[in-house]
């Protein structure tokens, strides 16, 4: 049984709704549960998760834990960087690997412990894609956990040659408008309609566009 526990979140991060929720059920692998936003504040313990965080941790602040996990949503090294599932989902891939891996240093380049592949049909909208997100990555940390410590001596080294998907912007949400919404449909999935809505400009004036399945 790990003894202290972490999670650190960006203060942002989407994955922030489901934690409330997912957090009590740790007790049964952690003595004492923290959950932080700040890597600064990374108390010393056993096991740390790095959920939806984009904060750099160096050395000092990872040899504050035994073991420091990031869930990443790519085959790595294939796929490093930011938002690979929604990269992924634009490339029109269906089928997107989400893997454990101990932080290091080097961005995205630590050994994988496990890891699990999510199915999609093709008309999931961006909640749809952020609860499978949010249900395997607390399905990883606990297969880490129930392993734990033995499992550290299995990690597998990442091995090929590594790419990298860049942060998005909300240019990266714009739309053409002589385009049909078949073709952009990829595109108008993942956007978020209120942090980041598609959005297209016609005759100098610039209109935002949300899509939502109709219940």
């Not at 409330?20 to 313990?45: C, F, M, Q, R």
């Not at 930011?82 to 989400?98: A, D, F, H, R, Y």
């Not at 940390?141 to 499992?151: D, H, R, T």
Request: proline share 6%; aromatic share 12%.
């Amino acid at each position: 049984m790990v003894t202290r526990l972490t999670v650190l979140s960006d203060p942002n991060n989407w994955i922030n709704q489901y934690l409330p929720v997912w957090l009590p059920s740790l007790k049964k692998y952690a003595g004492d549960i923290y959950w932080i936003h700040d890597a600064n504040d990374l108390p010393e313990g056993d096991v740390a998760f790095f959920l939806g965080c984009e904060q750099i941790v160096g050395s000092d602040l990872l040899s504050r834990n035994r073991n420091n996990l990031v869930v990443h949503a790519s085959d790595l090294p294939k796929g490093k960087g930011w938002s690979p599932l929604t990269w992924q989902i634009l490339e029109g891939k269906n089928e997107i690997p989400v893997v454990l891996f101990e932080a290091a240093e080097k961005v995205d380049a630590g050994p994988i412990y496990c890891r699990r592949t999510m199915r999609f049909g093709g008309l999931e909208l961006i909640g749809e894609l952020r609860n499978a997100l949010a249900r395997t990555t607390f399905e990883l940390c606990e297969e880490f956990l129930e392993g734990y410590p033995g499992i550290v001596h299995f990690g597998v080294r990442q091995q090929g040659d590594e790419t990298f998907y860049p942060r998005r912007t909300p240019a990266d949400s714009r739309i053409n408008p002589d385009r049909s919404l078949r073709e952009q449909f990829q595109l108008l999935r993942v956007a978020d309609n209120e942090r980041y809505p598609c959005y297209f400009e016609l005759d100098g004036e610039t209109f935002v566009i949300k899509v939502e399945k109709r219940r």
